[in-house]
């Protein structure tokens, strides 16, 4: 009686545990990944995408702006020009768009790793929880078996035997 009761338990705790692959952090394996160059594109990209790159441009933009306009002819560096200054103006536009894109990108990007952060400490919380559930069903299942055992009944003799179903409503 005991081997037919053997081949149909179901698996235990242990057998799902170690069958069970390893929870991986995506997040430390692709910084271990990175090259040397994409670390050095990742960091140049985490600070032209700040408000202080952003703000050393303009000023450094205000002032030359300012300088080639306002200083007296002789000490202009690089006078300006009715064309120049429309480029000019067009390169502004461009030269202060691509440190604003970039430090709303960033902002995406930190955002998005808190969230998958919190999505893998949910799913390890929910992992430990299964397991107690897996733990209390197994528990259960012994109980069962040993009560079928001192009955006398033979497991086949039970699955055989129909199970109630619940009315309808």
Do not use: C
Request: net charge neutral; no cysteine.
């Amino acid at each position: 009686m005991n081997t037919e009761i053997k081949h149909a338990r179901p698996p235990s705790l242990e057998e799902i545990v170690r069958k069970r692959k390893p929870v991986r952090n995506i997040n430390a394996e692709h910084q271990e990944r990175l090259s040397p160059l994409e670390r050095i594109g990742l960091w140049i990209t985490q600070r032209v995408g700040t408000m202080g790159f952003f703000l050393v441009i303009f000023v450094w933009t205000s002032l030359w702006l300012g300088w080639n306009l306002f200083a007296p002819e002789n000490l202009q560096f690089d006078p300006p020009m009715g064309f120049i200054v429309w480029l000019f103006i067009s390169n502004l536009i461009q030269i202060f768009l691509m440190p604003l894109i970039m430090v709303g990108q960033n902002a995406q990007g930190r955002h998005a790793e808190l969230r998958a952060e919190n999505d893998y400490q949910v799913n390890l919380k929910a992992e430990r929880e299964i397991e107690v559930i897996l733990q209390h069903l197994e528990y259960q299942n012994a109980i069962l078996l040993t009560l079928v055992e001192k009955m006398g009944l033979r497991l086949e003799e039970i699955k055989q035997q129909e199970v109630p179903t619940a009315p309808a409503k």
